[in-house]
């Protein structure tokens, strides 16, 4: 019988903290150790088996963040509630915002001549002359032209208004847009509104649209953003990979460097041309008549493939110069100029030519405000030029029946249509009609004050009321507004928010 022994310091041995990675022992070596292991485990301290995966579940939608145990294949529950929260939330996004998007491409593409009153060919004049309300009472009778004073009469005679013009068919002639008589039921009447906010509220309260009408184009300008927001990443990495090649030797500087801008502003062009389609469509939904029988379009798929079966296919709707220029060039000024404007004003006001968003994060939001506002006057002239060459049907398309007044006769491209707005329209919103002062007048028997009117009106003439330089600005207010609202919750919220409120 051996004795203990009388000290066990010399049994002990420091435990080993490496890892150790042992293949699974074979069922005969696993029972000649079993009782090994018993003997060991009672000794032991127990383990603890510590998991880096989380089982809880994402309380957006339901969804989940753990895999199957099985991680060769993929959830598909999962990714089509991923689908569709993005979906949702970029539908809810544009919902947000679509009433003053809705009312600006309204006054843009609103046509507001100077009322020249020009005579059209092949209208003669009526022999009936129409006469407004409130000119003859009830109670006048035949019998008094009789004991009337001549002057008088021929006072009277002269203040009627003159006879109207009719075409062959015996149909009267709208000689002025601001003729109320003449106004077609789905129109809404031209300078009523002075701004985006004014235009919103008329197209709310006109009988033939509704409230409803603020979100117009609402599905389609949803699958445009999505689709950008989805293809503009695509774009610039195959750009880079084509333009820009990695190169062979890894120590070698990339290429792109010496050219910031070009991917960034080549990417945007290149997705926005792609997309071009969907913008066209979005334009003639929002700006055709919601009445049922004036209505173009049912829908976009309706709006794509009569603007695909009447105005060219294809080709027409990606190549014809009065698309492919404004949208090339719309493309590129709404990309270029928040890139380049922003250090351009940086330099210019003395805050540095090296400032940059890590190391002058205060200063460089100022410039980008700055920036974005002094970019507008470049980029908003050529949106609203696209807007007006989108409104005009090509082909053997009809006149599309919109809401608000078109040109009668289209535009030539881009340059034409900057030169006819700026020669032919007016600038001065609202516009002040001279027939409800002239029913005034007559209402109240006072000659004197018809006349004061028109004198006034004369005097109180400004020089936009001969220019229509404002109607290239529409919409100028909204989105100064808008850059404030970015700038503003970059101050509070310490980052970029998203920059899609400032594209309204």
Known sequence: MTSPPSSLRDLYAAPSNAWSFAPPLPPAASENTLSIGA?????????????TRTNGTNPLFDLSATFDEDESGVDVTVLLKGLAAAAFMQYATTALVMPWEVGKLLL?????????????RGAVLTTDVIEEEGELSDDSNENDAYFADPAKLDSASSSLPPPRLADERGYVVRQSVLEEGTIPEYVIPVGTANGTWGMMKQLGRFRAEGWLSLWKGLLTSSINDALFAVLEPLCHSLLQAVLF?????????????????????ASHVLTGFILSPLDLIRTRLIIQSSLP??????????????????????????????LLIPALLDCTLRALIPLALPGIVA????FGTRLTPETHPLLWTVAELLG?????LVTLPIETVRRRLQAQVRGNAKPIKACVELRPAPYNGVVDALWHIITEE???????????????????????????????GVEGESWTRNTGIGQLYRGLGMRVAASFAVFVLAMVGGEEPDAGWAEL
Do not use: F, M, N
């Not at 003997?39 to 998991?51: L, R």
């Not at 330099?347 to 003395?350: D, E, T, V």
């Open 245 to 265: 090649p990695p190169p062979s030797d890894v120590l070698a500087a990339p290429s792109s460097s010496s050219s910031p801008l070009l991917l960034p502003v």
């Open 372 to 376: 974005s506002c002094a970019g507008l």
């Open 39 to 51: 003997q060991a485990s009672s000794s032991s301290s127990p383990s603890y088996q510590w998991s």
């Open 426 to 456: 007016r600038s001065d919103l609202p516009v002040k009609r001279k027939g409800r002062a002239r029913k005034a007048a007559h209402a109240k028997g006072k000659g004197k004050a018809a006349e004061g009117y028109e004198e006034e």
């Open 347 to 350: 330099s210019y006001l003395g």
């Open 108 to 120: 843009q593409v609103q046509w507001v001549p100077r009322d020249t009153g020009e005579v059209p």
């Open 293 to 322: 029988r004036y209505r173009t379009y049912s829908g976009p798929i309706d709006a794509l493939q009569q603007i695909l079966a009447q105005e060219g296919g294809l080709r027409g709707v990606y190549l014809h110069p009065h």
